[in-house]
């Protein structure tokens, strides 16, 4: 790992000194959260780098975006968390750019960082705040940022394949811990640990799903009495932060009773204790001081439009920007609520490798991939991927979303995505595990019946029957 590293600071010092020629730049990031920490990694870079600077967050880098951007001819481009599938298109335009990215390349270009290209893996062993951190790092002392860092990589979900952060992401965590800005520990992997009251993290749990418990308030509020835990004191709620050690012992024991007689399996059992990261530099019993709650903030910031909000959150501001962030992650719990109501009463239709629901305009698109991947706990069959259908302006916006299990029976959405939405005259791609494409509003039929024969395909190709 270290000569990769020393390969990608090397090329990393590249990219910063074509950065230093230029006194303005453009950023060009993607509006979730690690697109959003990426482009807080750079501002803040450039900011103490005395450089002038202008931001555009966009859903996905396609022609149409890379002609705006070609025609505002802006003196030097940096693109974070996408890019590295337009390589060839970028060029094509004349656009001068550094692109710092973690997804598949496509192309080539010259000032491009990006794991793939060091023999590192992008979906889980560096993200795309975590390349721009590389850049950042390069350009100047910026060892705080490697905050930022873990949390889009976090929001990336990186770090589930292996249940704790690996790789590079792993060498950026032990930078921040050194620098005192980052703690990792053994933990609760439920949800909400700095903000929610104890009940509501097992309420609100879905990987591992808790049958009984799930969604169930009452019956969350007597699995904690039964076990004598008081879950309010001096009339507020206690969350997880405010227990005592033993306290959190006998909730974690409980659980892993309840699930052994619920016929949990034990490796998803396992998974209600992991590796959780905190950011020491943040107030306790805020989003921003655990990095898994963090990323949700901002990524309710950046599906309703207000990516401007998230970046503010990012580059410090804890007032005006903290407390909007807050109204809109409100706003998105409960839009999530409807949205998987909205699956549950209309069900999924099954095909032989995937399941789909088709949401129209019910549900909003930047939002479908989220509903798509919380699905899993009310479809029956939990074996196949789902894909998710939504309007979007001009076309049909699909999202998927697998499991780890179908990663390791060979299923790789990025691929399966990227291929067959080119088949029928869209675009696409992502991770193996969660992968979105924009496909014309005609093609939906088409798109489903080749997608699942294309994941088929994958099946067999890993048990050898293809």
């Keep these: 790992m270290t000569e990769t590293m020393e390969a990608f600071r090397k090329e990393a010092d590249r990219c910063a000194e074509e950065?230093?020629?230029?006194?303005?730049?453009?950023?060009?990031s993607h509006i979730d959260a690690d697109g959003l920490t990426s482009a807080g990694i750079i501002c803040t870079a450039l900011e103490r780098g005395n450089f002038e600077y202008t931001t555009r967050f966009v859903k996905q880098l396609d022609e149409?975006?890379?002609?705006?951007?070609?025609?505002?001819n802006h003196e030097f481009v940096v693109f974070t968390d996408l890019g590295s599938g337009m390589c060839e298109q970028i060029k094509a335009r004349g656009i001068s750019a550094v692109v710092s990215d973690h997804h598949q390349p496509q192309g080539t270009l010259d000032l491009h960082l990006n794991p793939h290209l060091f023999g590192a893996n992008g979906s889980y062993e560096l993200s795309g705040s975590g390349t721009t951190y590389l850049l950042a790092s390069a350009l100047g002392k910026n060892r705080d940022l490697s905050s930022l860092a873990i949390?889009?990589?976090?929001?990336?979900?990186?770090?589930?394949?292996?249940?704790?952060?690996?790789?590079?992401?792993?060498?950026?965590?032990?930078?921040?811990?050194?620098?005192?800005?980052?703690?990792?520990?053994?933990?609760?992997?439920l949800f909400g640990k700095q903000t929610r009251p104890i009940y509501k993290l097992l309420q609100y749990s879905s990987d591992p799903y808790l049958p009984g418990l799930t969604g169930n308030e009452e019956a969350c509020i007597e699995f904690l009495h039964a076990l004598n835990i008081r879950y309010s004191q001096d009339e507020r709620w206690r969350r997880w932060i405010d227990l005592e050690v033993s306290e959190k012992q006998k909730i974690v024991s409980g659980l892993f009773q309840y699930c052994l007689k619920s016929g949990i399996p034990s490796y998803r059992i396992e998974r209600l204790i992991g590796?959780?990261?905190?950011?020491?530099?943040?107030?306790?019993?805020?989003?921003?001081?655990?990095?898994?709650?963090?990323?949700?903030?901002?990524?309710?910031?950046?599906?309703?439009?207000?990516?401007?909000?998230?970046l503010a959150v990012c580059m410090g501001d804890r007032e005006n920007a903290y407390e909007d962030a807050k109204k809109l992650l409100a706003e998105h719990r409960q839009n999530l609520v409807n949205g998987?109501?909205?699956?549950?009463?209309?069900?999924?239709?099954?095909?032989?490798?995937?399941?789909?629901?088709?949401?129209?305009?019910?549900?909003?698109?930047?939002?479908v991939g989220i509903i798509a991947g919380m699905s899993s706990t009310i479809v029956e069959n939990r074996n196949l991927p789902i894909i998710a259908f939504a309007n979007t302006e001009g076309g049909i916006k699909v999202s998927a979303r697998g499991t780890q299990d179908l990663i390791r029976r060979g299923v790789n959405l990025s691929?399966?995505?990227?291929?067959?939405?080119?088949?029928?005259?869209?675009?696409g791609g992502g991770h193996d595990i969660a992968a979105g494409a924009t496909i014309p509003v005609n093609m939906k039929e088409e798109f489903a019946r080749k997608l699942d024969h294309f994941i088929g395909e994958q099946l067999r190709r890993k048990t050898g029957t293809g």
């Design 151 to 189: 949390v889009g990589a976090v929001g990336d979900m990186q770090h589930l394949k292996m249940g704790q952060l690996v790789g590079i992401n792993r060498l950026i965590l032990e930078e921040g811990v050194q620098g005192g800005h980052l703690e990792f520990k053994k933990d609760l992997t």
């Design 275 to 310: 590796e959780v990261y905190v950011l020491l530099n943040e107030r306790e019993g805020t989003e921003m001081r655990d990095a898994s709650e963090f990323s949700t903030l901002l990524n309710a910031t950046a599906r309703y439009d207000h990516a401007d909000i998230g």
């Design 64 to 72: 149409k975006a890379l002609d705006t951007i070609a025609d505002e």
């Design 340 to 367: 998987l109501m909205y699956v549950k009463e209309n069900g999924v239709t099954q095909l032989e490798n995937m399941q789909y629901f088709d949401a129209g305009s019910q549900i909003k698109e930047t939002i």
């Design 415 to 427: 691929e399966a995505m990227s291929t067959v939405s080119a088949e029928v005259g869209g675009a």
């Design 19 to 28: 950065i230093r020629k230029h006194r303005s730049v453009h950023i060009v």
